[in-house]
Protein backbone atom coordinates (compact mmCIF):
# COMPACT_ATOMS: atom_id res chain seq x y z
CA UNK A 1 0.00 0.00 0.00
CA UNK A 2 1.41 3.55 -0.45
CA UNK A 3 2.73 5.18 2.63
CA UNK A 4 0.58 7.91 3.76
CA UNK A 5 0.84 11.67 2.53
CA UNK A 6 1.98 13.01 5.56
CA UNK A 7 5.76 12.93 5.52
CA UNK A 8 5.43 13.56 1.52
CA UNK A 9 7.85 15.80 -0.58
CA UNK A 10 5.80 17.28 -2.74
CA UNK A 11 3.11 15.77 -4.68
CA UNK A 12 3.09 15.26 -8.40
CA UNK A 13 -0.37 15.02 -8.28
CA UNK A 14 -0.99 18.48 -7.77
CA UNK A 15 1.98 20.02 -9.96
CA UNK A 16 0.07 18.58 -12.58
CA UNK A 17 -2.98 19.80 -11.55
CA UNK A 18 -1.30 23.31 -11.47
CA UNK A 19 -0.12 22.54 -15.66
CA UNK A 20 -3.41 22.15 -15.97
CA UNK A 21 -5.22 24.81 -14.24
CA UNK A 22 -2.62 27.17 -15.49
CA UNK A 23 -3.94 25.51 -19.56
CA UNK A 24 -0.25 24.12 -19.63
CA UNK A 25 0.01 21.18 -21.95
CA UNK A 26 1.51 18.42 -19.25
CA UNK A 27 -0.44 15.74 -19.60
CA UNK A 28 -0.35 12.50 -17.48
CA UNK A 29 0.64 9.58 -19.32
CA UNK A 30 -0.10 6.44 -17.28
CA UNK A 31 1.67 3.18 -17.67
CA UNK A 32 -0.86 0.67 -19.60
CA UNK A 33 -2.03 -2.86 -19.13
CA UNK A 34 -2.59 -4.53 -22.68
CA UNK A 35 -5.82 -4.11 -22.74
CA UNK A 36 -5.66 0.25 -22.54
CA UNK A 37 -6.66 -0.21 -18.62
CA UNK A 38 -3.73 1.68 -16.21
CA UNK A 39 -1.63 -0.30 -14.90
CA UNK A 40 -2.06 0.69 -11.30
CA UNK A 41 1.33 0.52 -9.09
CA UNK A 42 1.37 -2.10 -6.93
CA UNK A 43 2.30 -3.15 -3.66
CA UNK A 44 5.44 -5.68 -3.71
CA UNK A 45 4.76 -9.18 -3.35
CA UNK A 46 5.88 -10.87 0.54
CA UNK A 47 8.74 -13.22 0.31
CA UNK A 48 8.19 -17.30 0.02
CA UNK A 49 9.30 -19.49 2.41
CA UNK A 50 11.55 -22.00 0.70
CA UNK A 51 12.82 -25.28 2.15
CA UNK A 52 15.76 -26.41 0.24
CA UNK A 53 18.50 -29.28 0.29
CA UNK A 54 22.09 -28.55 1.29
CA UNK A 55 24.58 -30.49 1.85
CA UNK A 56 26.65 -28.66 4.71
CA UNK A 57 23.65 -29.53 6.80
CA UNK A 58 23.75 -32.69 9.03
CA UNK A 59 20.64 -32.53 11.17
CA UNK A 60 17.48 -31.15 11.88
CA UNK A 61 18.40 -30.24 15.58
CA UNK A 62 18.37 -26.07 14.84
CA UNK A 63 14.95 -26.67 14.11
CA UNK A 64 14.61 -27.23 18.10
CA UNK A 65 15.88 -23.98 18.28
CA UNK A 66 14.29 -21.83 15.81
CA UNK A 67 11.06 -23.37 14.94
CA UNK A 68 9.29 -20.13 13.37
CA UNK A 69 10.28 -18.97 10.14
CA UNK A 70 8.54 -15.64 8.67
CA UNK A 71 9.44 -13.99 5.06
CA UNK A 72 9.79 -10.54 5.04
CA UNK A 73 6.58 -8.26 3.52
CA UNK A 74 6.54 -6.45 0.45
CA UNK A 75 7.60 -2.73 -0.32
CA UNK A 76 5.26 0.00 -0.48
CA UNK A 77 4.32 1.55 -3.49
CA UNK A 78 5.77 5.05 -3.10
CA UNK A 79 6.06 7.55 -0.41
CA UNK A 80 3.04 9.86 -2.35
CA UNK A 81 0.44 7.67 -2.15
CA UNK A 82 -0.55 9.53 -5.43
CA UNK A 83 -1.14 8.17 -8.53
CA UNK A 84 1.64 8.82 -11.08
CA UNK A 85 3.17 7.99 -14.16
CA UNK A 86 6.38 7.80 -12.31
CA UNK A 87 5.05 5.45 -9.75
CA UNK A 88 6.86 2.00 -9.57
CA UNK A 89 5.89 -0.89 -7.78
CA UNK A 90 6.94 -2.04 -4.18
CA UNK A 91 9.70 -4.05 -3.77
CA UNK A 92 9.28 -7.65 -3.82
CA UNK A 93 9.67 -9.37 -0.43
CA UNK A 94 13.09 -11.51 -0.41
CA UNK A 95 12.27 -14.97 -0.62
CA UNK A 96 13.80 -16.84 2.64
CA UNK A 97 15.78 -19.89 2.00
CA UNK A 98 15.97 -22.16 4.81
CA UNK A 99 18.67 -25.42 4.37
CA UNK A 100 18.04 -28.84 5.21
CA UNK A 101 20.01 -32.01 5.04
CA UNK A 102 19.89 -33.81 1.98
CA UNK A 103 17.02 -36.42 2.06
CA UNK A 104 14.65 -34.27 4.45
CA UNK A 105 11.21 -35.45 3.89
CA UNK A 106 8.89 -32.47 4.01
CA UNK A 107 5.28 -32.35 4.78
CA UNK A 108 2.26 -30.60 5.93
CA UNK A 109 1.72 -31.46 10.05
CA UNK A 110 -0.71 -34.11 9.94
CA UNK A 111 -1.56 -34.27 6.18
CA UNK A 112 0.24 -34.65 2.83
CA UNK A 113 4.26 -35.01 1.77
CA UNK A 114 5.19 -32.02 -0.02
CA UNK A 115 8.43 -33.39 -1.55
CA UNK A 116 11.55 -35.53 -0.85
CA UNK A 117 14.55 -33.07 -0.85
CA UNK A 118 16.81 -36.55 -1.90
CA UNK A 119 19.33 -34.78 -4.08
CA UNK A 120 21.28 -31.19 -3.25
CA UNK A 121 19.99 -28.28 -4.99
CA UNK A 122 16.21 -30.07 -4.26
CA UNK A 123 13.71 -27.49 -3.07
CA UNK A 124 9.94 -26.81 -2.28
CA UNK A 125 8.30 -23.72 -1.91
CA UNK A 126 6.27 -24.24 1.44
CA UNK A 127 4.37 -20.95 1.64
CA UNK A 128 3.94 -18.23 -0.89
CA UNK A 129 4.38 -14.77 0.36
CA UNK A 130 1.25 -12.32 -0.24
CA UNK A 131 0.41 -10.24 -3.47
CA UNK A 132 0.69 -6.76 -3.02
CA UNK A 133 -2.02 -4.23 -2.94
CA UNK A 134 -3.23 -1.68 -4.51
CA UNK A 135 -4.19 1.74 -3.14
CA UNK A 136 -5.27 5.22 -4.30
CA UNK A 137 -6.58 6.25 -1.08
CA UNK A 138 -5.03 10.16 -1.56
CA UNK A 139 -5.96 9.95 -5.53
CA UNK A 140 -7.58 13.36 -6.47
CA UNK A 141 -11.59 12.69 -6.88
CA UNK A 142 -11.29 13.45 -10.27
CA UNK A 143 -8.61 11.22 -11.17
CA UNK A 144 -9.68 8.56 -8.67
CA UNK A 145 -12.82 8.30 -11.28
CA UNK A 146 -10.83 8.52 -14.20
CA UNK A 147 -8.57 5.61 -12.61
CA UNK A 148 -11.36 3.56 -12.01
CA UNK A 149 -12.80 3.75 -15.00
CA UNK A 150 -9.88 2.70 -16.85
CA UNK A 151 -9.04 0.38 -14.91
CA UNK A 152 -11.02 -2.96 -13.88
CA UNK A 153 -8.84 -4.16 -11.10
CA UNK A 154 -10.33 -1.63 -8.25
CA UNK A 155 -13.02 -1.72 -5.51
CA UNK A 156 -14.64 0.68 -2.82
CA UNK A 157 -14.22 -0.37 0.45
CA UNK A 158 -16.63 0.97 3.26
CA UNK A 159 -14.83 3.83 4.00
CA UNK A 160 -14.85 4.81 0.01
CA UNK A 161 -11.50 4.67 -0.63
CA UNK A 162 -10.58 2.84 -3.68
CA UNK A 163 -8.16 0.14 -3.15
CA UNK A 164 -7.47 -3.72 -3.58
CA UNK A 165 -6.46 -5.38 -0.38
CA UNK A 166 -3.18 -6.98 -0.24
CA UNK A 167 -3.61 -10.73 0.19
CA UNK A 168 -1.64 -12.14 3.54
CA UNK A 169 0.83 -14.52 2.84
CA UNK A 170 0.34 -18.49 3.37
CA UNK A 171 1.33 -19.69 6.79
CA UNK A 172 1.35 -23.59 6.87
CA UNK A 173 3.20 -25.70 10.00
CA UNK A 174 5.59 -28.79 8.99
CA UNK A 175 7.08 -31.81 9.80
CA UNK A 176 10.73 -31.93 8.48
CA UNK A 177 11.55 -35.64 8.53
CA UNK A 178 15.26 -36.81 7.48
CA UNK A 179 15.80 -39.95 6.04
CA UNK A 180 19.01 -40.76 5.64
CA UNK A 181 20.54 -41.04 2.31
CA UNK A 182 23.69 -43.59 2.14
CA UNK A 183 23.96 -46.08 -0.28
CA UNK A 184 25.35 -48.54 3.01
CA UNK A 185 23.62 -48.99 5.87
CA UNK A 186 25.07 -50.44 9.04
CA UNK A 187 22.43 -52.15 11.20
CA UNK A 188 23.30 -54.70 14.25
CA UNK A 189 21.85 -54.89 18.13
CA UNK A 190 23.52 -51.75 20.36
CA UNK A 191 27.40 -52.75 21.05
CA UNK A 192 28.20 -54.92 17.62
CA UNK A 193 30.13 -52.47 16.94
CA UNK A 194 29.41 -50.41 13.84
CA UNK A 195 30.58 -47.32 14.86
CA UNK A 196 33.66 -48.77 15.35
CA UNK A 197 33.71 -50.03 12.24
CA UNK A 198 32.51 -46.83 10.52
CA UNK A 199 35.06 -45.01 12.08
CA UNK A 200 37.55 -48.23 10.57
CA UNK A 201 37.12 -47.35 7.28
CA UNK A 202 35.64 -43.69 7.17
CA UNK A 203 37.55 -40.76 7.99
CA UNK A 204 34.25 -40.69 10.29
CA UNK A 205 34.84 -40.18 14.27
CA UNK A 206 31.32 -41.21 16.04
CA UNK A 207 31.06 -41.67 19.79
CA UNK A 208 32.17 -45.15 20.27
CA UNK A 209 31.60 -46.41 23.94
CA UNK A 210 30.78 -49.72 25.70
CA UNK A 211 27.60 -49.56 26.66
CA UNK A 212 24.07 -49.84 24.18
CA UNK A 213 22.78 -46.74 22.27
CA UNK A 214 25.79 -44.58 22.14
CA UNK A 215 24.71 -43.93 18.93
CA UNK A 216 21.59 -42.03 18.99
CA UNK A 217 21.80 -40.36 15.50
CA UNK A 218 22.74 -41.84 12.24
CA UNK A 219 26.97 -41.22 11.48
CA UNK A 220 27.88 -40.49 8.02
CA UNK A 221 30.89 -41.81 6.69
CA UNK A 222 32.25 -41.63 2.76
CA UNK A 223 34.23 -44.89 1.19
CA UNK A 224 36.25 -43.76 -1.03
CA UNK A 225 36.64 -45.42 -4.54
CA UNK A 226 39.25 -48.33 -4.59
CA UNK A 227 41.13 -47.46 -7.75
CA UNK A 228 42.74 -50.89 -8.06
CA UNK A 229 39.33 -51.78 -9.62
CA UNK A 230 40.09 -49.38 -12.40
CA UNK A 231 37.99 -46.15 -13.86
CA UNK A 232 34.31 -47.89 -14.53
CA UNK A 233 34.63 -49.42 -10.98
CA UNK A 234 35.65 -46.43 -8.95
CA UNK A 235 31.69 -46.16 -8.28
CA UNK A 236 32.54 -48.19 -5.32
CA UNK A 237 33.07 -44.79 -3.53
CA UNK A 238 29.83 -44.68 -1.22
CA UNK A 239 28.15 -43.44 1.55
CA UNK A 240 27.95 -45.20 4.63
CA UNK A 241 24.93 -44.86 7.66
CA UNK A 242 26.05 -46.35 10.65
CA UNK A 243 22.54 -46.34 12.76
CA UNK A 244 21.56 -46.77 15.85
CA UNK A 245 21.14 -50.38 17.68
CA UNK A 246 17.72 -52.09 16.68
CA UNK A 247 16.41 -54.31 19.71
CA UNK A 248 13.63 -57.07 19.51
CA UNK A 249 10.60 -55.10 19.23
CA UNK A 250 12.45 -52.58 17.78
CA UNK A 251 9.74 -52.08 14.44
CA UNK A 252 7.02 -51.67 17.20
CA UNK A 253 9.56 -48.38 18.45
CA UNK A 254 10.87 -50.07 21.49
CA UNK A 255 14.19 -48.49 21.78
CA UNK A 256 15.09 -45.85 19.24
CA UNK A 257 13.05 -48.28 17.25
CA UNK A 258 10.90 -46.93 13.85
CA UNK A 259 12.74 -43.33 13.73
CA UNK A 260 15.66 -45.48 12.57
CA UNK A 261 14.46 -48.10 10.90
CA UNK A 262 13.10 -45.44 8.45
CA UNK A 263 16.60 -44.36 7.78
CA UNK A 264 17.42 -47.69 5.79
CA UNK A 265 14.57 -47.38 3.30
CA UNK A 266 17.23 -45.19 1.07
CA UNK A 267 20.28 -47.88 1.39
CA UNK A 268 21.04 -50.03 -1.77
CA UNK A 269 23.58 -52.76 0.50
CA UNK A 270 23.16 -53.36 4.16
CA UNK A 271 25.50 -54.12 6.19
CA UNK A 272 25.05 -56.44 9.18
CA UNK A 273 26.81 -56.16 11.92
CA UNK A 274 27.10 -59.39 14.71
CA UNK A 275 28.95 -59.21 17.90
CA UNK A 276 30.85 -62.47 17.11
CA UNK A 277 31.53 -63.17 21.09
CA UNK A 278 28.16 -62.77 21.99
CA UNK A 279 25.98 -65.46 23.72
CA UNK A 280 23.97 -66.80 20.99
CA UNK A 281 25.45 -64.41 17.70
CA UNK A 282 23.10 -66.56 15.26
CA UNK A 283 19.78 -65.36 17.50
CA UNK A 284 21.17 -61.58 17.60
CA UNK A 285 21.25 -61.98 13.77
CA UNK A 286 18.10 -63.06 13.66
CA UNK A 287 16.50 -60.89 16.20
CA UNK A 288 17.90 -57.65 13.61
CA UNK A 289 16.90 -59.73 10.39
CA UNK A 290 13.46 -60.06 12.04
CA UNK A 291 13.16 -56.57 13.22
CA UNK A 292 13.90 -55.76 9.52
CA UNK A 293 11.47 -58.03 8.25
CA UNK A 294 8.60 -57.06 10.22
CA UNK A 295 9.35 -53.21 9.41
CA UNK A 296 9.76 -53.31 5.99
CA UNK A 297 9.94 -56.73 4.11
CA UNK A 298 11.69 -55.02 1.01
CA UNK A 299 14.69 -54.53 3.18
CA UNK A 300 15.41 -57.82 3.43
CA UNK A 301 15.77 -58.33 -0.47
CA UNK A 302 18.32 -55.63 -0.47
CA UNK A 303 22.26 -57.57 -1.04
CA UNK A 304 23.69 -57.43 1.96
CA UNK A 305 26.85 -58.34 3.53
CA UNK A 306 27.23 -60.01 7.64
CA UNK A 307 30.04 -58.90 9.59
CA UNK A 308 31.14 -61.02 12.31
CA UNK A 309 32.92 -58.94 14.36
CA UNK A 310 35.35 -58.96 17.34
CA UNK A 311 37.07 -61.83 16.46
CA UNK A 312 40.32 -60.91 17.99
CA UNK A 313 38.12 -62.03 21.12
CA UNK A 314 39.68 -65.92 21.55
CA UNK A 315 35.46 -66.67 21.99
CA UNK A 316 35.12 -65.87 18.72
CA UNK A 317 37.65 -66.64 17.03
CA UNK A 318 36.88 -70.58 18.04
CA UNK A 319 33.67 -70.76 16.27
CA UNK A 320 34.01 -68.27 13.55
CA UNK A 321 33.92 -71.20 10.68
CA UNK A 322 30.65 -72.35 12.60
CA UNK A 323 29.45 -69.05 12.98
CA UNK A 324 29.82 -68.20 9.25
CA UNK A 325 28.18 -71.82 7.92
CA UNK A 326 25.02 -71.01 10.01
CA UNK A 327 24.57 -67.70 9.15
CA UNK A 328 25.18 -68.12 5.43
CA UNK A 329 22.79 -70.76 5.31
CA UNK A 330 19.78 -68.66 6.59
CA UNK A 331 17.80 -68.10 3.45
CA UNK A 332 16.45 -69.08 0.17
CA UNK A 333 19.29 -70.22 -1.82
CA UNK A 334 17.81 -69.72 -5.66
CA UNK A 335 16.51 -65.87 -4.43
CA UNK A 336 20.31 -64.76 -4.68
CA UNK A 337 20.09 -64.81 -8.22
CA UNK A 338 20.77 -61.62 -10.52
CA UNK A 339 17.25 -60.38 -9.86
CA UNK A 340 18.34 -59.07 -6.61
CA UNK A 341 19.74 -55.61 -7.69
CA UNK A 342 16.89 -55.56 -10.36
CA UNK A 343 14.34 -55.51 -6.76
CA UNK A 344 16.92 -53.36 -5.65
CA UNK A 345 16.34 -50.75 -8.02
CA UNK A 346 12.76 -50.62 -7.16
CA UNK A 347 13.35 -49.35 -3.44
CA UNK A 348 12.78 -45.89 -3.86
CA UNK A 349 9.61 -46.42 -5.94
CA UNK A 350 8.56 -48.27 -3.29
CA UNK A 351 9.94 -46.99 -0.21
CA UNK A 352 6.06 -46.24 0.61
CA UNK A 353 4.85 -49.45 0.56
CA UNK A 354 5.58 -50.40 4.36
CA UNK A 355 3.78 -53.04 6.10
CA UNK A 356 4.00 -55.59 8.56
CA UNK A 357 4.75 -58.37 7.41
CA UNK A 358 5.28 -60.10 3.76
CA UNK A 359 2.51 -62.08 1.90
CA UNK A 360 3.16 -64.48 -0.20
CA UNK A 361 0.81 -67.01 -1.90
CA UNK A 362 0.31 -69.27 0.67
CA UNK A 363 1.35 -67.48 3.87
CA UNK A 364 3.58 -65.26 5.23
CA UNK A 365 7.20 -65.38 4.35
CA UNK A 366 10.10 -66.28 6.93
CA UNK A 367 13.75 -65.30 6.97
CA UNK A 368 14.39 -68.54 5.42
CA UNK A 369 12.14 -67.10 2.12
CA UNK A 370 14.68 -64.12 1.68
CA UNK A 371 17.70 -64.06 0.37
CA UNK A 372 21.44 -65.69 1.79
CA UNK A 373 23.46 -62.58 2.81
CA UNK A 374 25.86 -61.90 -0.19
CA UNK A 375 29.30 -62.68 1.88
CA UNK A 376 29.67 -63.13 5.78
CA UNK A 377 33.18 -62.34 6.91
CA UNK A 378 35.10 -62.06 9.98
CA UNK A 379 36.80 -59.32 11.19
CA UNK A 380 38.07 -57.19 14.05
CA UNK A 381 37.08 -53.83 12.86
CA UNK A 382 38.76 -52.33 16.49
CA UNK A 383 41.67 -54.49 16.11
CA UNK A 384 41.87 -53.59 11.80
CA UNK A 385 41.80 -57.79 11.02
CA UNK A 386 40.01 -58.77 8.18
CA UNK A 387 39.25 -55.39 6.93
CA UNK A 388 40.01 -55.57 3.60
CA UNK A 389 38.23 -58.67 2.82
CA UNK A 390 35.56 -57.12 4.68
CA UNK A 391 35.89 -54.28 2.24
CA UNK A 392 35.67 -56.26 -0.80
CA UNK A 393 32.20 -57.94 -0.12
CA UNK A 394 30.85 -54.42 0.54
CA UNK A 395 32.32 -53.26 -2.92
CA UNK A 396 31.64 -56.07 -4.46
CA UNK A 397 27.74 -55.86 -2.69
CA UNK A 398 27.43 -52.19 -4.25
CA UNK A 399 28.60 -53.18 -7.78
CA UNK A 400 26.48 -55.35 -8.50
CA UNK A 401 23.93 -52.55 -7.69
CA UNK A 402 25.97 -50.00 -9.57
CA UNK A 403 26.73 -52.10 -12.40
CA UNK A 404 22.86 -52.15 -13.11
CA UNK A 405 23.10 -48.75 -13.78
CA UNK A 406 26.20 -48.16 -16.11
CA UNK A 407 25.12 -47.53 -19.47
CA UNK A 408 25.71 -50.00 -22.09
CA UNK A 409 29.63 -50.10 -23.43
N1 LIG B 1 37.33 -56.56 21.17
C1 LIG B 1 36.67 -55.82 20.29
N2 LIG B 1 35.85 -54.86 20.70
C2 LIG B 1 35.19 -54.13 19.76
C3 LIG B 1 35.35 -54.36 18.38
N3 LIG B 1 34.57 -53.48 17.71
C4 LIG B 1 33.96 -52.74 18.64
N4 LIG B 1 34.32 -53.09 19.87
C5 LIG B 1 33.89 -52.50 21.14
O1 LIG B 1 32.51 -52.70 21.30
C6 LIG B 1 31.93 -51.59 21.98
C7 LIG B 1 30.77 -51.05 21.20
O2 LIG B 1 31.24 -50.52 19.97
P1 LIG B 1 30.42 -49.48 19.11
O3 LIG B 1 31.15 -49.30 17.84
O4 LIG B 1 30.05 -48.28 19.93
O5 LIG B 1 29.11 -50.35 18.89
P2 LIG B 1 27.74 -49.90 18.17
O6 LIG B 1 27.22 -51.10 17.49
O7 LIG B 1 27.96 -48.71 17.34
O8 LIG B 1 26.86 -49.59 19.43
P3 LIG B 1 25.52 -48.67 19.50
O9 LIG B 1 25.94 -47.27 19.29
O10 LIG B 1 25.03 -48.96 20.86
O11 LIG B 1 24.59 -49.17 18.46
C8 LIG B 1 33.06 -50.56 22.15
O12 LIG B 1 33.57 -50.70 23.46
C9 LIG B 1 34.08 -51.00 21.14
O13 LIG B 1 35.40 -50.68 21.52
C10 LIG B 1 36.25 -55.40 17.97
O14 LIG B 1 36.47 -55.67 16.80
N5 LIG B 1 36.87 -56.09 18.97
Known amino acids: MPASTADAPKSPGRRSDKGRRSGGSKKVSYKRNYDGSVALPMGGHGGDVVVYANEAEETLLRFHEKARYCAKRG?????????????????????????????????????????????????????????????????????????????????????????????????????????????????????????????????????????????????????????????????????????????????????????????LRRTRVIVHVVDAAADDPVDDYKIVREELRMYNPQYLERPYVVVLNKIDLPKAQDRLSSLAFEISSIGCEECNDNNTSERNLNLNANEQNISSGAKVEGGEKELRDYPRPQAVVGASVLKHIGIDEMLKEIRAALRKCFDHRLPEP
Open 75 to 263: GNVGATGTLSSRMHNGFAGETIRIPVPVGTVVKRKKGTVLADLAHPGDEVIVARGGQGGISLIDVPEYRRRKAMSLSPNIMRDASDKVLIHGQPGEEVSLELILRVVADVGLVGLPNAGKSTLLSAITLARPDIADYPFTTLMPNLGRLGGDPSLGALQFSSEATLADLPGLIEGAHLGKGLGRNFLRH
